[in-house]
């Protein structure tokens, strides 16, 4: 059974950082990308970030270029999301997401809000 489990959110003033983690099982984990989305209120879920299954290539929404690194641990079968010089706009829900073998795997999510 697949597993998606985000951790980390929370709440930070403007200019701050937090780092997510989503921990993975239940599949091969090294064999398949993984991306980071997320979804504000009253927005449609957009796709942060993205790495590939070896880790060697990451791409990025343009909006969080040079502020958010996506990173995965093999050995942990965690992907990781660092995120720097956070603004209120960054204020989502973040989903960890998988493709597996044509099925859409969503984790539950985890609530980053940016408020001084």
């Known amino acids: 059974q697949v597993q998606l489990v985000e951790s980390g959110g929370g709440l930070v003033q403007p200019g701050g950082s937090l780092r997510l983690s989503c921990a993975a099982s239940?599949?091969?984990?090294?064999?398949?990308?993984m991306s980071w989305y997320r979804q504000a209120p009253g927005k449609e879920r957009e796709l942060v970030a993205a790495i590939t299954s070896a880790g060697d290539s990451t791409h990025y929404a343009d909006s969080m270029k040079g502020r958010f690194t996506i990173s995965r641990d093999k050995a942990k079968n965690t992907v990781y999301l660092q995120m720097n010089s956070l603004e209120p706009e960054d204020t989502a829900v973040y989903y960890c997401?998988?493709?597996?073998?044509?099925?859409?795997?969503w984790g539950q999510g985890t609530q980053v809000t940016v408020s001084s």
């Open positions: 239940g599949f091969s984990f090294s064999k398949f990308a």
């Open positions: 997401y998988a493709g597996i073998e044509l099925r859409n795997c």
